[in-house]
């Protein structure tokens, strides 16, 4: 009887399937240019994977625009997190991986635009762009690249998250992502 217990506690604290228990660490080098003048480290952390109720929960909120969403998402725990020395951390709301053909993996950061986080102009689409995507694209080996879209609209959908347009033209590259953890 105990055993059953435990083993039925287990599978509801692992988020039935939905992605692995333990948090995921990265470094990756962040490129030179408006938020940075020289190439600078940052951390990348996955916290917690969003489930499938996530999904939902933001997909259904997607319905009500760009707003809608930004609610939703800021309603939402830390699920991850980027971190560069002398900057607050870029918090994620949700954060989802996608199998590639390839062997390897895309993961996908959604975060909500806030005043004095990482920002390269303080009005620039403040009331249209909610939205700052980080993605990581990784091979088989957990080593790979990334892009910090600054200014985005976004929608969440049956599919998980999906920018639908990015008002700098500059998105910020992330080089030589290694998984440390």
């Known amino acids: 009887m105990r055993a059953a217990l435990f083993v039925l506690l287990a599978a509801a604290t692992l988020g039935q399937g939905d992605g692995p228990a333990r948090p995921e660490r990265f470094t990756a080098i962040m490129n030179a240019g408006?938020?940075?003048?020289?190439?600078?480290?940052?951390?990348?952390?996955?916290?917690?994977?969003?489930?499938?109720?996530?999904?939902?929960?933001?997909?259904?909120?997607?319905?009500?625009?760009?707003?809608?969403?930004?609610?939703?998402?800021?309603?939402?725990?830390?699920?991850?997190?980027?971190?560069?020395?002398?900057?607050?951390?870029?918090?994620?709301?949700?954060?989802?991986?996608e199998a590639m053909p390839d062997g390897g993996r895309r993961i996908l950061f959604l975060c909500e635009r806030r005043p004095g986080e990482w920002e390269l102009a303080n009005d620039t689409g403040r009331t249209q762009y909610l939205f700052r995507i980080v993605e990581v694209k990784l091979d088989d080996k957990n080593r790979g690249t990334g892009t910090i879209f600054h200014t985005a609209k976004a929608e969440v959908g049956a599919d998980g998250v999906k920018m639908l347009d990015e008002l700098s033209g500059q998105p910020t590259a992330l080089l030589s992502v290694r998984k440390t953890k």
């Open 34 to 97: 408006p938020m940075n003048p020289r190439p600078t480290g940052v951390d990348i952390v996955v916290e917690r994977w969003g489930t499938t109720a996530d999904r939902d929960r933001l997909s259904a909120a997607s319905r009500d625009g760009q707003s809608g969403l930004a609610m939703a998402l800021r309603k939402e725990p830390a699920s991850g997190y980027i971190y560069m020395q002398g900057h607050e951390r870029l918090v994620s709301g949700y954060v989802q991986q």
